[in-house]
């Protein structure tokens, strides 16, 4: 008994050989759409400023106000922090700014003691208001070297109110 050829098989359809490239490229066209709608989702949204000086800022997703600025001419992304006292930055943006020396101190943080300095009559702006004679300390750990804590120093210049997820800063009447 000899054996029978295999017949030849047939040629697939067309469809049948771009389907599975097809549903690759559908998935990949939905997952970079995803992509996009999220990253415009979560950008946080920009600061207002209104008539009279009154800055108004959005609260982030993660629940924390953020606004840029400058601490001695330097550009920072400021954490709006209404519990620390002063402004405080990172040693690598003082340097950045100029700050050296100032008075050596001890922070009292959350997480214990922290040596660091104190420097006087540094310039801080939030974007478009600016404060000339801010006391800012350095010595903060952590975080990227442009962030910076917006504390007391600069906010006691302003009225504060919290209200639908935004915080107004007012400046106060001098």
Not at 10 to 31: E, M, Q, R, Y
Not at 81 to 88: E, L, R
Not at 140 to 162: H, M, R, Y
Request: proline letters at 8%; zero cysteines.
């Amino acid at each position: 008994m000899s054996a029978s050829p295999i017949p030849p098989t047939p040629d697939l359809p067309t469809s049948l050989k771009w389907g599975p490239f097809a549903i690759v490229l559908v998935w990949l066209a939905v997952i970079g759409g995803l992509y996009l709608v999220s990253a415009q989702y979560l950008k946080p949204k920009p600061v207002v400023t209104l008539p009279g000086g009154a800055l108004v800022i959005p609260m982030a997703r993660d629940g924390h106000f953020y606004a840029t600025g400058t601490v001695a001419g330097q550009p920072v992304r400021f954490l709006v922090d209404t519990g620390a006292s002063m402004v405080v930055v990172s040693e690598a943006l003082a340097k950045q700014a100029g700050l050296t020396g100032g008075t050596p101190t001890v922070f009292k943080t959350a997480n214990g003691d922290l040596a660091g300095r104190i420097h006087t009559e540094v310039r801080v702006a939030l974007e478009s208001a600016q404060v000339s004679s801010v006391r800012v300390g350095v010595g903060l750990v952590g975080g990227e070297p442009d962030e910076a804590l917006l504390g007391q120093s600069f906010l006691n210049k302003f009225d504060i109110t919290l209200s639908d997820r935004q915080m107004t800063l007012r400046p106060k009447a001098n």
